[in-house]
């Protein structure tokens, strides 16, 4: 099956620094890529929609100039949280989906990154 | 305004027992409902698919069923085993391009030996 890396798998940093979490598909070609969050004992947040070579879209009530999203290739998104305070400490999941295929179970996610921001 | 909801939080079930973990969704523009499991630190990992124009489908120890006039699917696993220990979240999958699925909040399942 699709594998979907994400790196670090989990990061501590100080307030007030920037932290880059990576997503990479492995053995297939994302043209988007999606990033999540999830809270302990929560759902999963979509924060944002990446698109290769165009701008990411994100949902409402989550900062874009905060939460920077890159994806410049077919296999790479990254996700920076800029100034990082305590109430951004959280767990981040990345998935991505495969342009060829058109099955229902489109999305491969990642092992997911857990920030913590002392 | 959610759209997929899951209103057990928690389960817990007898080892060997069969395990029902129920779905609810108000929008009827969904093609494709999900089931997807998740371990402590890791990501989702995806279980088992149904089409919206199906009502059942199975494989193996997992059977997804889906009635539409409710709005309403669950996921059955038989016999549950201590390793299907996990959170189970419900996705379905809005017809038209965006294609972004949309969760449930997620059921604790707790097998006990």
């Known amino acids: 099956g699709a594998v979907v890396s994400q790196h670090p798998s989990w990061v501590i940093c100080k307030s007030g620094t920037s932290v880059k979490i990576e997503c990479r598909s492995l053995?297939?070609?994302?043209?988007?890529m999606f990033w999540y969050r999830q809270f302990p004992k929560q759902s999963l947040m979509l924060m944002a929609t990446?698109?290769?070579?165009?701008?990411?879209?994100?949902e409402q009530g989550v900062e874009k100039d905060k939460f920077l999203i890159n994806h410049a290739s077919l296999t790479l998104s990254t996700l920076t949280v800029t100034s990082a305070h305590p109430e951004d400490s959280s767990f981040y999941i990345c998935?991505?989906?495969?342009?060829?295929?058109?099955?229902?179970?489109?999305?491969?996610f990642g092992p997911g990154t857990r920030l913590t921001v002392t | 305004d959610q759209q997929v909801k899951q209103n057990s939080p928690s389960l817990s079930v007898q080892e060997g027992r069969i395990s029902i973990l129920n779905c609810d969704y108000t929008?009827?523009?969904?093609?494709?409902f999900l089931w997807y499991k998740k371990y402590p630190a890791e990501g989702p990992t995806f279980l088992i698919s149904?089409?919206?124009?199906?009502d059942k489908n199975e494989d193996g120890r997992f059977t997804v069923f889906l009635n539409k006039s409710a709005k309403h699917l669950s996921l059955h696993i038989v016999p549950s085993q201590p390793g299907d220990s996990a959170v189970y979240f419900c996705?379905?999958?809005?017809?038209?391009?965006?294609?972004?699925?949309?969760f449930g909040s997620g059921t604790q399942l707790t097998v006990l030996p």
């Open positions: 998935s991505a989906r495969d342009i060829h295929l058109a099955g229902a179970y489109e999305q491969y």
């Open positions: 053995d297939f070609q994302a043209t988007t």
């Open positions: 990446s698109n290769e070579g165009s701008k990411a879209t994100y």
């Open positions: 929008n009827s523009m969904f093609d494709y």
């Open positions: 149904i089409s919206s124009i199906k």
């Open positions: 996705a379905a999958r809005p017809t038209g391009s965006a294609r972004q699925l949309t």
